[in-house]
C-alpha cells in the first residue's frame, strides 16, 4: 500500500489551493486524486470573466484563474493522478481508487483533504410530468456542450431557476444565436448575483419570470415545448396562470448540492442543512485528520471564496501532519458551537475553539430570503459580541463576518454563539 502525508480528493480551484498552501507550509509528499483528465474542475468550462477580483485584483475567466494554481502545482512539481476516481475512504485516512493505470489501488494518507466540489440537481428531484425528450440539460451540462465540447444544445430556450449557472447561460446561449424565450424562477426572488441578473438578463432583454415553475413538458423524441405557470405563496401553481412555451431546450438551474457520498461513506458527520460536513474553524471535519474545503462543505458563490478557505484547510492540514498543534477531534468539549437564527439558514463552520482562530478566520452564513435595511447580530448567551448594518441582504449572496480578536474575547468556551438579523 502507497503511503503519502496529504491525499487531496478533488483537482479543482479548492483542491489546487489546499495543495499548495500545504506545501509552502512544509508538507512536499502530497498526491492530488482528480476523476477528470485535466485539473482545474468547473473552471475549465466557466469562460466568461469576473474571477479573481478578491485574490488577484484583476479580472480573469475560469480557466484563466485555474491556470495561475495549475502552473504553481507543476513549478512545485506537487504530484496529481488524473481520471482517477476515489471509491472509499476509511475513518483510518484509508483510500481506494481506480484508474486505467493503476487498476484498483489502496492508499494511506496522515491527512486528507476533501475537495469534489458539487453537482447539479437534476430533473429527477423535480417530478415535472411529461415524457422524457431529448433537450433537456443542467445548466452545467449544457455549459459544457457549448464550450468546450462545441456543441449547440437548441435554438429555443427555456431556463428553470435562476442560479447564477442559469443566468451565465442565458446569456451564452443569446451569444451563441439561440432563443432565450425566458427565466422561470419558482421562488419570488433570483437565487443569483445581483451582477449576473444585470448582465446576463437585463442587457439581453431576457424576461425573468418571478415565482413561476414548469409544471408539464410536452414532447417525445425531442422537446417541443413547456407548460408554466405562476405559483402561490405556498410554491403551487395557480391553474389559471398556465401558459404553454415553445421550445427545443429546457435548461435546469434548480440548485447545487456538494458531493459529499464519500464523506458519509467515511462516517462524517453531516450538516442537514448545507449537505456538507461539519467542519471547525480549522475546516477539520468530525474525524481528525480528514478536512474539507470548498463547494464540497457549503455551496459558494465567488471562487475567490473557495481558494481563502482551502487555503486555510491547505494551512491545518499541513499542522496536523507535522504535529505542530494539538489536533482533537470536532466534538472537543472546549468548541463553541455556531447557530442560525432568525433569518440565517446556516453558519459555516459549525464548530470554533478558541485557541486555534487564525487571522482569515471569518463566519459564512446565508440568509433566508430578501431583506433590506437588517442588522446583523451575533450573540453568546444574552450579549451582542457583534453588529452591522446590511441595506440588502439576499439568499443568492454569502454573507461573512471576520473573527476578529474582539468579537473572540467576547465568547466562551463551551458555549454557543447565534448569528441572527434583527428588525426584520
Given amino acids: 500500500m502507497r503511503e503519502v502525508d496529504l491525499a487531496v480528493i478533488g483537482g479543482g ?3 489546487l489551493a489546499a495543495a499548495i498552501e500545504a506545501y509552502n507550509n512544509g508538507v512536499k509528499n502530497i498526491l492530488i486524486i482528480e476523476r477528470d483528465k485535466e485539473l482545474g474542475g468547473i473552471l475549465q468550462q466557466c ?11 484583476e479580472e480573469l475567466t475560469g480557466p484563466e484563474y485555474a491556470w495561475r494554481f495549475i502552473d504553481q502545482v507543476q513549478k512545485m512539481g506537487i504530484e496529481f493522478k488524473l481520471n482517477t ?14 484508474n486505467s493505470e493503476d487498476g484498483l489501488a489502496k492508499l494511506k494518507a496522515k491527512a486528507i483533504v476533501l475537495a469534489m466540489g458539487c453537482r447539479e440537481r437534476t430533473r429527477g428531484a423535480l417530478n415535472i410530468p411529461g415524457m422524457r425528450p431529448a433537450g433537456i440539460y443542467t445548466a452545467g451540462a449544457a455549459q459544457r ?17 435562476s442560479g447564477d449557472i442559469g443566468l451565465i447561460m442565458a446569456r451564452r446561449m443569446t451569444l451563441e444565436g439561440a432563443q432565450v424565450k425566458m427565466v422561470c424562477e419558482l421562488l419570488p426572488y433570483s437565487g443569483g448575483l445581483t451582477r449576473n441578473i444585470v448582465q446576463c438578463l437585463e442587457d439581453y432583454d431576457i424576461p425573468l419570470r418571478l415565482s413561476h415553475t414548469v409544471v408539464e413538458i410536452h414532447g417525445k423524441e425531442r422537446l417541443e415545448g413547456v407548460v408554466i405557470a405562476k405559483v402561490d405563496e405556498n410554491r403551487k401553481p395557480i391553474p389559471e396562470t398556465r401558459e404553454y412555451v415553445e421550445c427545443d431546450t429546457l435548461l435546469l438551474s434548480v440548485g447545487l448540492i456538494p458531493e459529499n457520498e464519500l464523506s458519509r461513506g467515511a462516517g462524517i458527520k453531516i450538516d442537514p442543512v448545507t449537505s456538507g460536513p461539519v467542519v471547525n474553524e480549522s ?19 465567488l471562487v475567490d471564496y473557495v481558494t481563502q478557505e482551502s487555503r486555510l484547510a491547505g494551512r491545518c492540514a499541513a499542522r496536523y501532519i507535522l504535529g505542530n498543534e494539538n489536533n482533537q477531534k470536532i466534538e472537543e468539549t472546549r468548541s463553541i458551537r455556531t447557530v442560525a437564527g432568525k433569518g440565517i439558514r446556516y453558519v459555516v463552520p459549525q464548530l470554533i475553539r478558541k485557541h486555534l482562530v487564525q487571522e482569515e478566520n471569518k463566519l459564512f452564513f446565508r440568509v433566508t430570503d430578501i431583506y433590506k435595511n437588517a442588522k446583523v447580530l451575533v450573540r453568546c448567551g444574552d450579549e451582542t459580541i457583534y ?14 463576518i471576520k473573527l476578529t480578536k474582539e468579537i473572540m474575547e467576547k465568547m466562551k468556551d ?6 441572527l438579523l434583527d428588525n426584520v
Fill in 13 to 15: 480551484p479548492a483542491g
Fill in 47 to 57: 469562460i466568461h470573466n469576473g474571477f479573481g477580483l478578491h485574490i488577484f485584483g
Fill in 85 to 98: 476516481m476515489v471509491l472509499d475512504i476509511t475513518e483510518d485516512k484509508i483510500i481506494t481508487a481506480v
Fill in 145 to 161: 456542450f457549448v464550450n468546450m465540447e462545441g456543441y449547440l444544445p437548441g435554438k429555443k430556450v427555456v431556463i428553470l431557476g
Fill in 283 to 301: 475546516m477539520e471535519t468530525s474525524i481528525g485528520g480528514i478536512f474539507a474545503c470548498g463547494n464540497v462543505v457549503h455551496v459558494h458563490d
Fill in 387 to 400: 453588529s452591522a448594518k446590511k441595506v440588502k441582504v439576499a439568499p443568492g449572496e454569502m454573507e461573512s
Fill in 414 to 419: 463551551n458555549s454557543e454563539i447565534t448569528v
